[in-house]
């Protein structure tokens, strides 16, 4: 029931079936019901549950529910659905229904509505206007286009979809965002076009491992005390990065067992 997942030097097994959850108000308060495949068993719901959701189980009910009938609007003709499998479980906790997720924002709702409009008034000409709901259902594509390009530092042309360049306006001097694809242009909000952050840079300390006392082909001094034990015996090397500012720097580590501390000249 698990599929195996490449991911680094770490397998990760993920479940290859899906339970959707079913609101019955008849439940207790630590009972939940879930549409399940029909190949799977109690003992497959009760290792589902356990091991991807952290919860107790106490008790697991199915039943396969027949199809219904109704008439199938490709061939116009009767037929029944498919059966479906319902597992009532109680679990130890109080069990809570999840929020209703917000479509039109998690699930690009919003942006499906737009597409769908502009297709249909691209089957209608270039000369249609676009109604109240066209253009407030505009807007708010646009403020959430808005917020998301922010966040990842990229800007979207509102009309067709393709990624807006910066451009200056020669004649007011004015940062502009334009699109290259028709004639779509916004004001830049500020003057950043592009921006590169650096969260980490490690040095020589960070790939110094904790054996690295016992290495008996690194140079060893009695010169130098730990700073932090004041032992007498520690090993040292050179850093091997090409930065002017660190090129020439000796790093040591203290050779007693309790200490290992690291500094650097």
């Not at 290792?47 to 109704?70: A, C």
Request: aromatic residues 8%; contains cysteine; charged residues 25%.
């Amino acid at each position: 029931m698990a599929t195996t997942q490449r991911f680094g030097n770490v397998k990760i097994h993920l479940p290859n079936i899906v339970f959707k959850i079913i609101p019955d108000p008849r439940l207790g308060k630590n009972q939940a019901a879930f549409r399940v495949p029909l190949q799977v068993n109690k003992l497959d719901i009760k290792d589902y549950l356990t091991h991807i959701y952290n919860v107790t189980v106490t008790d697991v009910r199915t039943v396969v529910l027949p199809g219904k009938i109704g008439l199938n609007p490709y061939t116009a003709q009767m037929e029944r659905s498919s059966r479906i499998k319902k597992a009532i479980v109680t679990i130890k906790e109080e069990f809570t229904y999840p929020k209703d997720p917000n479509v039109d924002k998690d699930f690009g709702g919003l942006e499906s509505k737009y597409q769908k409009v502009l297709r249909g008034n691209k089957l209608k000409g270039w000369r249609s206007s676009r109604t109240s709901e066209e253009t407030e259902l505009f807007s708010q594509v646009y403020e959430q286009r808005k917020l998301t390009a922010n966040m990842a530092s990229l800007r979207f042309c509102a009309d067709c979809n393709n990624m807006l360049y910066p451009r200056e306006d020669r004649t007011t001097q004015v940062l502009l965002f334009a699109c290259r694809n028709c004639e779509y242009q916004e004001i830049a909000e500020n003057s950043c076009v592009y921006r590169h952050e650096v969260m980490h840079i490690p040095s020589e300390q960070t790939m110094v491992i904790t054996d690295l006392s016992s290495d008996p082909t690194l140079p060893r001094t009695k010169d130098i005390p730990c700073p932090k034990c004041s032992g007498t015996s520690a090993v040292f090397f050179q850093s091997q990065s090409r930065h002017p500012d660190t090129r020439m720097t000796l790093y040591y580590v203290c050779c007693n067992r309790n200490c290992q501390h690291r500094w650097q000249s």
